[in-house]
């Protein structure tokens, strides 16, 4: 049994949501859960609901155990990038880079 759930096109540079990503793989669904409830950075919150829902789709139309659970595989890959410019001294201007991600998670029963 396994779920898996995406989300495309966050507005978060993929370096932010790799660091929690590499904090909760290959540990079990209910002390992954507790990690993101408890951390306080804001991509915290968006892979929570993320996991949830893996959980959820793994469980489709079965009652599914939570302990017998774990997060096999989770990935962030880079989006695009929206370009902005901003205006600079002596009339120049520089690029700001707004990146956005696409996430990942795959949740896998111990077997």
Request: hydrophobic share 45%; net charge positive; aromatic share 4%.
């Amino acid at each position: 049994m396994e779920g898996k759930a995406s989300l495309s096109y966050i507005r978060m540079a993929p370096r932010k949501l790799r660091v929690i990503l590499d904090a909760i793989r290959e540990k079990p669904v209910e002390i992954a859960l507790a990690q993101l409830t408890h951390s306080n950075r804001r991509a915290a919150g968006v892979v929570h609901k993320l996991l949830a829902s893996a959980v959820a789709n793994v469980g489709q139309g079965a009652d599914v155990d939570t302990a017998d659970l774990y997060v096999s595989a989770a990935w962030a890959d880079q989006g695009p990038t929206l370009r902005r410019f901003r205006p600079r001294a002596m009339g120049r201007a520089s690029r700001i880079n707004k990146r956005t991600s696409h996430v990942t998670v795959v949740v896998s029963g111990l077997e």
